[in-house]
């Protein structure tokens, strides 16, 4: 079965330091990817996706993310965390063939960015 | 420009009831989408349409129809509400037909229905 894995239920680190937010998948083919982002009692919102090309992948917020074909991750990265990070982050994967409508997401990845 | 907007934001029903959860989305997109989500379950889609007049099952259809009213419009409709149907319902829309793959997605702010 095609699945989207956050290891991590929730993630802390502090304010100004690096953090990185994980993602493996198991889809067949080579899936389009996405991160999204979810603020308490808010909608899901945009942070960047990989199509095809470069490998790093630069988004919204200062957020970037690595996809790594032969590990079939696409973790979400960021230089220097702000307490304002802190919020819901969900890996979603879309299959290149199969069912057009389907958008698999992962389960969800808590930030905690602390002063 | 609201981009998706969703009513109601909050529901309350008892077993058995119906109610019809409305989506609506200012941005000219083909594709139109609901999900629900769970705590520690990510979102599950429940129907999709990829253009005006078409719609498709998604994973968790069960209990659920859905009606694309127009381009702007789809409407989540549960006929007998159950407990199971307790949960976080997202609309979401995205620019081409037939739910490109490369789309982005742009979600709604939700609404939040418990099924007592």
């Known amino acids: 079965a095609q699945s989207v894995a956050q290891p991590e239920d929730q993630v802390n680190v502090a304010e100004g330091n690096p953090l990185t937010v994980k993602c493996t998948y198991s889809?067949?083919?080579?899936?389009?990817l996405f991160w999204y982002v979810q603020y308490p009692n808010r909608g899901l919102q945009f942070l960047l996706k990989y199509i095809t090309g470069d490998n790093l992948v630069k988004g919204s917020y200062g957020f970037e993310a690595e996809f790594n074909k032969s590990q079939t991750s696409f973790h979400l990265k960021k230089p220097s965390a702000l307490v304002s990070d802190s919020a819901l982050y969900f890996c979603a994967v879309r299959p290149r063939s199969g069912n057009t409508g389907k958008l698999i997401f992962g389960q969800g990845t808590t930030l905690q960015v602390k002063p | 420009n609201a981009g998706v907007t969703q009513t109601p934001k909050f529901q309350v029903l008892k077993t058995g009831q119906s109610m019809t959860l409305q989506c609506a989305q200012d941005?000219?997109?083909?594709?139109m989408y609901w999900y629900r989500q769970d705590p520690g379950m990510g979102l599950r889609l429940i129907y999709y349409s990829a253009s005006e007049g078409t719609t498709d099952k998604g994973e968790v259809p069960n209990g659920y129809n859905v009606s694309r009213l127009n381009k702007r419009e789809f409407s989540l409709r549960l006929e007998s509400a159950a407990p199971s149907q307790t949960s976080v319902y997202f609309c979401?829309?995205?620019?081409?037909?037939?739910?490109?793959?490369?789309?982005?997605?742009?979600f709604g702010p939700g609404t939040r229905l418990t099924v007592l």
């Open positions: 941005m000219n997109h083909n594709s």
């Open positions: 979401a829309s995205s620019p081409t037909k037939l739910a490109g793959f490369t789309d982005t997605q742009y």
């Open positions: 889809v067949s083919g080579n899936p389009y």
